[in-house]
């Protein structure tokens, strides 16, 4: 359904579709973005802004992205808000223009560094994996500030990993949100889990063998957060070492008390018309949420 045209363009137009997606993201516009993030304040969670869209098909398109975010970063320094910004390249032009998306990256995490902050780069379907790590590379050898979004499906982020520890990278490990092919990722949860935990520990180790690794733990799954903690201490590291990092309006309630319990949260907030892909990957990832989003069907 992520991937239909036909639905792309009708969907979003449904008043009750605009009403489900309320829960994942507090607003269609940036400032409702920036709003919800002071409200994080008080519980000592810290956020990251997304612009939701991809795969643009006019290069202008990107280049107004581009703007935007720079625009963006401005407002999240002058408000004080400890908040960093998490780009996708095919929504930079990426498509049509590689090197025009990694100018526009350049630019967006020069003004990171202004303010101390790290420019985030997803991770999109498989097709682009091999590009989002050579451009990344390219990136972070001239800005440090720069991090990368790597997926425990898939059977090469092991020796991906590998190559990045030397370079001192910011890691945000995620389980991988595409539907991808059981020849190049892992397909059930208990084989991905698991996957993950050892990812999130080679990083770990990374840290101990002396590279300096920022790491992102992008997931809902408390389960697998604490059991790496454990593994951090065990490495004499602690829960400190990592972000644990969820997206607006899932598991709010275990934001909170993570937080509470000492560990760095950082809560992804969306914003943007652009939301009918991503929103239907959310659905996709639980069952219970179509039924919720079918439940806006009722007056
Ligand atoms: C900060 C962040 C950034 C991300 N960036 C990327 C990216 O760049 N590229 C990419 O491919 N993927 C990205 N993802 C998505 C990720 O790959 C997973 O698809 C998504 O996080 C669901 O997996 P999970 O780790 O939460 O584990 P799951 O095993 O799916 O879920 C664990 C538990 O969390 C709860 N939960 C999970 N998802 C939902 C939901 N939608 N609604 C309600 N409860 C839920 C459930 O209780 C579930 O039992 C990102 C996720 C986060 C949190």
Known sequence: MARNPWLRDRLPRLRFARRAVRRFMPGEDAESALT??????????????????????????????AEHYLGLMDTIAERGLDGEVSVKLTQLGYDIDRDRSLAHCERLAEKA????????????????VDGTIDLYERLHAAHANTGICLQAYLHRTAADI????????????????????????????????????????????????????????????VELVEQIAEHAVALGLDRRAFEVEMLYGIRSGEQRRLAKAG????????????????????????PANVLFALRQLLP
């Open 36 to 65: 919800a993030a002071k409200g994080f304040e008080a519980d000592g969670i810290t956020v990251m802004f997304t612009r939701l869209g991809e795969n643009v098909t006019k290069i202008e398109e990107g280049d107004v992205v």
């Open 263 to 286: 560990y760095r949260v950082r809560d992804l907030i969306a914003y943007g018309e652009a939301w009918y892909p991503w929103y239907m990957r959310r659905l996709a990832e639980r």
């Open 113 to 128: 560094a202004l303010s101390g902050r790290t420019l985030w780069v997803d991770m999109e379907g498989s097709d682009y």
């Open 162 to 221: 590998q190559r990045l520890l030397p370079q001192n990278p910011a890691v945000r490990l995620v389980k991988g949100a595409y539907a991808e092919k059981a020849t190049i990722a892992y397909q059930k949860r208990p084989e991905v889990d698991a996957n993950y935990v050892a990812l999130a520990i080679a990083m770990l180790e990374g840290i101990r063998a002396g590279h300096t690794v920022t790491i992102g733990l992008g997931t809902h799954d």
